[in-house]
């Protein structure tokens, strides 16, 4: 059976003549209704964790905007926190964990089979999602890519350009592999369950992907996403996945066939032209918008978002960022732009 929704439809290859519409980070600090919800919960780990309010921010901007999808609100550090990370976020600087640099520290690691009890509120809100939403709505699950994930677990913190990862990938290669293999693993649990739990769509958040040369992009970006695309291939074949390896600048060509993923997430590096020429034709394309359009809006917020649809609308495509929407982003400029693509 063919299926309807519109972002189903368009990750199966269809070419629609409006392409369906979400946004990265849509429920977000943007929104006032977002940061009452927050404060109700009292901080964003309790947020992530109560399955209502998880659920009501979650649908906060399909009832605002009416967006083709809405996004399960979690985080990717919470699969670090399961496998026994300690993990909190420092208000106005981002996330802390305990970081894993040692063979001790990583055999003190749970077993990826045993992410189960401690996630489990966040299948109870995809079970809750999966009621509540508009029939046409498309329900996303997600989760953090390896690198982008071990590279969080390696500094205990973002960083810039990734230093202590890629440090422990050049003088501890086992246990860099073997933090790689155990989130690989944890993955591929922690996405099935969400799938189980009524997720129709998946998505890889390879954030970090652009600071991986060479063979090591290969390796440790398209690597692990294939591996945890095949295995869901053969657990939920009927599930598309997302891959968004983030900067990966002229690698986006060829991702789809190495990764094996229905569509390829595309940042603001690159050229919406360049994509319908040498990326689209493998696949559905989403994203390209630049997120500060979100802050600046007007004139250009409406070109580039015409330019990106014309530019794309010979293939199948999802319009999104490039990126997730920032804080300062105006709500009414999130409006302008689904006018803009839906309106023409
Ligand atoms: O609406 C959605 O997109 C769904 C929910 C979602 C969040 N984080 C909520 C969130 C998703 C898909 C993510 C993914 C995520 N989390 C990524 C990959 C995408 C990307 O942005 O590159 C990464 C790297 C993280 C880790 C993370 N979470 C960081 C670095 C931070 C702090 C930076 C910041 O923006 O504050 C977070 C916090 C976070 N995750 C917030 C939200 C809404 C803000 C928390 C708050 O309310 O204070």
Redesign the pocket.
């Known amino acids: 059976m063919k299926p309807q929704k519109t972002i189903l439809r368009a990750l199966a290859g269809e070419t629609l003549p409006t392409p369906p519409i979400w946004m990265?980070?849509?429920?977000?600090?943007y929104l006032p209704e977002?940061r009452a919800t927050?404060a109700q919960a009292g901080d964003?780990l309790s947020?992530c964790y109560n399955s209502e309010l998880a659920t009501e921010v979650t649908l906060q901007p399909i009832r605002r905007y009416g967006f083709d999808a809405a996004?399960?609100?979690?985080?990717?550090?919470l699969v670090p926190q399961a496998l026994g990370a300690d993990l909190w976020?420092v208000?106005g600087e981002?996330?802390r964990l305990s970081t894993i640099t040692t063979q001790s520290e990583l055999d003190a690691l749970k077993p990826a089979a045993d992410i189960h009890d401690h996630l489990n509120p966040i299948y109870t809100t995809v079970k809750m999602l999966s009621q509540e939403l508009p029939s046409d709505t498309t329900l996303i699950g997600?989760a953090?890519a390896p690198w982008?994930v071990a590279t969080?677990m390696i500094a205990g913190r973002?960083t810039p350009d990734q230093g202590p990862a890629h440090a422990l990938k050049a003088e501890n290669r086992a246990v860099f592999d073997g933090l790689m293999t155990r989130i690989t693993e944890a993955t591929i649990a922690y996405l099935q369950m969400q799938i189980d739990a009524g997720a129709e769509v998946v998505k890889l958040?390879d954030?970090w992907a652009g600071s991986l040369l060479d063979q090591d992009f290969i390796d440790y970006s398209i690597k692990p996403m294939q591996q945890i695309t095949a295995a869901l291939k053969k657990s939920h074949p009927n599930t598309p996945v997302i891959a968004f390896p983030?900067g990966a600048g002229e690698r986006y060509q060829g991702a789809h066939a190495a990764i094996g993923s229905a569509c390829v997430a595309v940042d603001d590096g690159v050229d919406a032209a360049w994509v319908a020429q040498t990326v689209q034709p493998d696949g559905c394309v989403q994203g390209n918008l630049k997120s500060s359009h979100m802050v600046t809006g007007g004139d250009a917020l409406v070109a580039e978002t015409r330019r990106i649809v014309d530019a794309l609308k010979g293939g199948p495509h999802i319009f999104n960022l490039g990126?997730?929407i920032t804080?300062d982003g105006d709500p009414e400029n999130v409006q302008l732009m689904i006018d803009t693509v839906r309106g023409g």
Not at 24 to 29: D, H, S, V
Not at 71 to 77: G, P, R, V
Request: net charge positive.
């Open positions: 990265m980070r849509q429920a977000g600090r977002y927050r964003f947020l996004i399960l609100f979690a985080d990717i550090l976020f208000t981002g996330p997600f953090g982008t969080y973002g958040f954030s983030r990126h997730g804080p």
